[in-house]
């Protein structure tokens, strides 16, 4: 599997710290760590640190890496998994085309949000059977957000 763009530095304690007082985390997230019984979201963050050499924090059963652009990708299991990315610096009219994309989005199992001052792409994704689809479906995120995020913020 080759390496997924988008993955910057790590996110540093302090900024964890903000993030998550900026976001609580929410209590479903204390779920016990398994994936469809199988996967640990320890196995999870295991893998992405081996294969994409990309540096993963987890912190209350919640996954949290940085992209090249500060985005924040969080992911979080309970009976599902839900992955997103935070995208802080997308303005107003960012937004409200994000928005205007929902429709089409919703048939790749995305949507835009709004949380605070800060637009975010949720992909909710079943249960893994696998490591291999766990990170697929990460991977298959991060790729069709970076698509994304170049449409709505221009370099």
Same mark, same amino acid.
């Given at each position: 599997?080759?390496?997924?763009?988008?993955?910057?530095?790590?996110?540093?304690?302090?900024?964890?710290?903000?993030?998550?007082?900026?976001?609580?985390?929410?209590?479903?997230?204390?779920?016990?760590?398994?994936?469809?019984?199988?996967?640990?979201?320890?196995?999870?963050?295991?893998?992405?640190?081996?294969?994409?050499?990309?540096?993963?924090? !987890? $912190? *209350?059963?919640?996954?949290?890496? #940085?992209? =090249? /652009?500060?985005?924040?990708?969080?992911? @979080?299991?309970?009976?599902?998994?839900?992955?997103?990315?935070?995208?802080?610096?997308?303005?107003?009219?960012?937004?409200?085309?994000?928005?205007?994309?929902?429709?089409?989005?919703?048939?790749?199992?995305?949507?835009?949000?709004?949380?605070?001052?800060?637009?975010? !792409? $949720? *992909?909710?994704?079943?249960?893994? #059977?696998? =490591? /291999?689809?766990?990170?697929?479906?990460? @991977?298959?995120?991060?790729?069709?957000?970076?698509?994304?995020?170049?449409?709505?913020?221009?370099?």
């Amino acid at each position: 599997m080759d390496v997924p763009a988008g993955f910057g530095r790590s996110i540093s304690s302090t900024e964890l710290r903000r993030h998550i007082a900026a976001h609580p985390v929410r209590a479903s997230i204390d779920a016990p760590p398994a994936l469809h019984g199988h996967l640990s979201m320890v196995t999870l963050c295991d893998a992405m640190r081996e294969r994409w050499e990309v540096d993963v924090t !987890l $912190h *209350r059963e919640a996954i949290f890496f #940085e992209a =090249l /652009d500060h985005d924040i990708y969080v992911i @979080r299991h309970s009976d599902g998994t839900h992955i997103e990315r935070r995208m802080s610096d997308a303005d107003d009219d960012a937004a409200a085309l994000a928005l205007g994309m929902n429709p089409t989005l919703f048939r790749r199992r995305m949507a835009f949000g709004v949380s605070g001052p800060t637009l975010v !792409l $949720h *992909r909710y994704v079943t249960p893994w #059977e696998s =490591l /291999d689809g766990c990170l697929s479906a990460v @991977r298959d995120f991060v790729v069709v957000s970076d698509r994304i995020k170049r449409e709505l913020v221009p370099a």
